[in-house]
């Protein structure tokens, strides 16, 4: 397996433009996460699914924030509009067994 | 709720020299223990983890962390590092039964150098 799929690796874009980020889990795992990484604040759990469907989004930090997983191959997390503070890396991990597997993340830089 | 602490911010050591990276955690039930690193640029690798069993757990790349419930601690160590080694360290916490949510810590910072 080629392990967590993500999808751009790098972005960059202007204040006010919709940001949308990809994740494909591994195969056979039933939870996938998206989490935040930033200087000030550390790893920050966004929102989790199992089986495809959202079970916790406690995390996402406002309205801006959305994230769906259409199937079990496939998620987006989408921010609109985007800000400079928005600036992070995010990361998608699925998960099985207590144990979860990142992606190497996704590097977004807002203008 | 659970929430993890990484007393060093930032450990330097030299190359071949031991290491320890300190984390206490707090939960009211049991917990699942990990360590995760992360290489500049790369997202996070599992080191090792702590389900059940045996209190001193190895994992890959020679590290091997001890859990001791009474001191709510779980600390990482390798004998002896490499320059490779050079990376952050995420002790991370969850609790059976709550769909393998983890919650981390800060992160150290390790630096070896030559």
């Known amino acids: 397996d080629a392990g967590v799929i993500q999808s751009p690796r790098h972005e960059v874009t202007e204040m006010g433009q919709e940001v949308t980020l990809r994740c494909k889990p591994i195969s056979g795992h039933d939870y996938l996460f998206w989490y935040r990484q930033t200087m000030m604040r550390g790893l920050e759990l966004l929102i989790y699914f199992n089986n495809n469907v959202p079970i916790d989004d406690s995390g996402m930090p406002e309205d801006r924030f959305s994230a769906k997983m259409p199937n079990a191959s496939f998620s987006t997390l989408k921010i609109q509009p985007s800000e400079p503070r928005d600036s992070a890396v995010y990361f998608c991990?699925?998960?099985?067994?207590?144990?979860?597997?990142f992606g190497p993340g996704t590097r977004l830089t807002v203008l | 709720a659970q929430s993890v602490t990484q007393l060093d911010s930032q450990v330097p050591v030299f190359e071949e020299a031991p290491v320890e990276l300190r984390c206490n955690y707090s939960?009211?039930?049991?917990?699942?223990l990990f360590w995760y690193v992360q290489y500049p640029n790369q997202g996070l690798q599992l080191l090792l983890k702590y389900l059940s069993g045996s209190t001193l757990v190895k994992g890959i790349n020679g590290f091997e962390a001890e859990f001791n419930k009474s001191q709510t601690s779980f600390h990482l160590r390798k004998p002896s590092v490499h320059i490779s080694d050079t990376a952050e360290y995420f002790c991370?916490?969850?609790?059976?039964?709550?769909?393998?949510?983890?919650?981390f810590g800060a992160g150290t910072t390790v630096t070896v150098r030559a």
């Open positions: 991990a699925s998960g099985e067994d207590n144990e979860q597997f």
């Open positions: 939960s009211s039930v049991s917990v699942y």
């Open positions: 991370a916490v969850s609790e059976p039964h709550n769909d393998y949510k983890l919650s």
